[in-house]
């Protein structure tokens, strides 16, 4: 029996012993696996960031945007190719049609405090090329040189692209201005300012040319403006970037075919807004004409101011883009062109009839951020508020209908609130503001067209 007992115990013994080992075996080999797999975690975060630097690092100037060949990326990120580890940041916009909530914050607009351009009550024409093809010249346009619509991965929207290419570009909605009108567009480059060619130069020309469609031979070159007479009476904004005549320069040239004496052209220095520095960054340009008064600002900056650009009485039928780009990849780009006319009367319009709505206040697309350049139109608003601190305003978002009912419900409220935010914090207005959305419920324009869209894409105010 003792025997028995005691083979039992050195039986049951071996087998604990034996479980005992498998556990420490286990343990060790359970916490081996977590060791490689936080390491091999570690590893990819860690290479991913310096594939991001050096990615960063080789997006020269002249480069970002390009595929290998040196043309443009013809198309937008494959969302169907987004897979758990590609750093999709919360909050971007999404194949969902979601909106950058990281961007619903209002960033300073000081920089734009001499900024006094406002723009037209009435779109006439907008267009962001979105309804164009990818690879195909502008639909709407009649041209005698090469162009094409590209995007890009780092710049929102498509462009088109002048690459080296000499004639005349005409939008067919860019007509029959009347005395008093708005034009501002986005205007981009990916070369390097400060090396030489021989031509490098974009144009945008008013004229009252009887037929906007004719002399679409016509040379806008510096030294052929005058000489070359386009129509009796037109008027160049010229882009230049240290071609044959230096620069970079922003000219304004008058020219009255019957009377040179009354030609003029006038150069401002844009090496701080036209550098390698800010190569593939949009630079937006707001253009406005009052009777003979024309101005141009490029970003916040006014860069021409001419109260006699035009004769008086001038009846401006077209403007057309001229481009003569004389090295290969010497590129610009333009986009989000917007006409609009209409003398702006912000102030009457609240203040006497308790209501004003504007499109003019704009927003990143699908994001809540303010464009600096509705700063104009926020300050004749502020001012507005201003002189009537007593009485309440109540702010409206409006969208356009891109994306859910949802979505552009949460987007107009959002955007809502960050116009209340540039009233208060950055021009100080005190009255009692309430905020509203009501995303795309209520069109005031057909959302088919770029143009319907813009005017949709609107913000309300209601003064009691």
Do not use: C
Not at 7 to 30: C, E, H, R, T, Y
Not at 205 to 218: G, T, Y
Request: proline share 3%; net charge negative; glycine share 6%.
């Amino acid at each position: 029996m003792k025997t028995k007992m005691l083979l039992l115990s050195v039986f049951l013994f071996s087998i604990f012993s034996a479980d005992a080992q498998i556990w420490k075996n286990m343990g060790k080999k359970i916490e081996k696996k977590i060791e490689q797999k936080a390491s091999e975690r570690i590893e990819r975060k860690i290479d991913k960031t310096i594939d991001k630097g050096l990615d960063k690092m080789e997006e020269t100037p002249g480069e970002i945007g390009k595929s290998e060949n040196g043309k443009k990326k013809k198309s937008k990120r494959n969302t169907d190719e987004q897979t758990e580890d590609t750093g999709y940041d919360e909050g971007s916009v999404d194949e969902f049609g979601g909106f950058n909530d990281e961007e619903s914050s209002t960033p300073s607009l000081q920089r734009y405090s001499k900024f006094t351009f406002v723009p037209g009550e009435e779109i006439i024409a907008f267009d962001d090329f979105s309804q164009d093809a990818v690879g195909d010249l502008p639909a709407s346009w009649v041209s005698t040189g090469t162009s094409e619509i590209v995007n890009f991965d780092h710049v929102e929207g498509n462009w088109v692209w002048f690459n080296k290419t000499k004639g005349n570009f005409v939008p067919e909605y860019l007509r029959n201005f009347p005395e008093n009108f708005t034009l501002e567009f986005d205007l981009m480059f990916d070369f390097a300012f400060g090396t030489y060619s021989h031509a490098r130069l974009l144009s945008l020309v008013f004229s009252d040319i009887s037929n906007p469609e004719a002399k679409l031979d016509w040379d806008g070159g510096p030294s052929y403006f005058f000489l070359q007479k386009l129509s009796p009476n037109y008027f160049g904004i010229n882009f230049s970037g240290n071609g044959s005549n230096g620069g970079p320069f922003i000219t304004g040239r008058k020219a009255v075919s019957a009377n040179s004496a009354l030609n003029f052209s006038t150069d401002y220095l844009a090496k701080e807004l036209i550098s390698a520095s800010n190569a593939n960054t949009p630079i937006h340009i707001s253009i406005s004409r009052m009777g003979r008064r024309m101005q141009v600002f490029a970003n916040e900056i006014k860069v021409l101011d001419m109260t006699n650009a035009f004769e008086k009485d001038v009846k401006l039928t077209s403007a057309r883009f001229f481009v003569n780009n004389y090295t290969e990849n010497d590129n610009y780009y333009i986009s989000n062109i917007r006409y609009a006319v209409g003398k702006p009367d912000t102030r009457n319009k609240l203040l006497t009839s308790g209501t004003f709505t504007t499109s003019a206040i704009t927003f990143n697309s699908s994001s809540a951020q303010l464009k600096s350049e509705s700063y104009g139109i926020l300050k004749e608003i502020a001012d507005a508020l201003k002189s009537e601190p007593a009485k309440s305003v109540t702010i409206i978002g409006h969208t356009d209908s891109d994306g859910s009912d949802a979505l552009n419900q949460q987007l107009s409220e959002k955007r809502a609130d960050a116009v209340r935010q540039a009233l208060t914090q950055e021009f100080d207005v005190s009255n009692t503001i309430k905020t509203e959305g009501k995303g795309e419920s209520t069109p005031v324009a057909d959302n088919a067209t770029p143009s319907g869209k813009a005017q949709n894409r609107r913000v309300e105010f209601i003064l009691k």
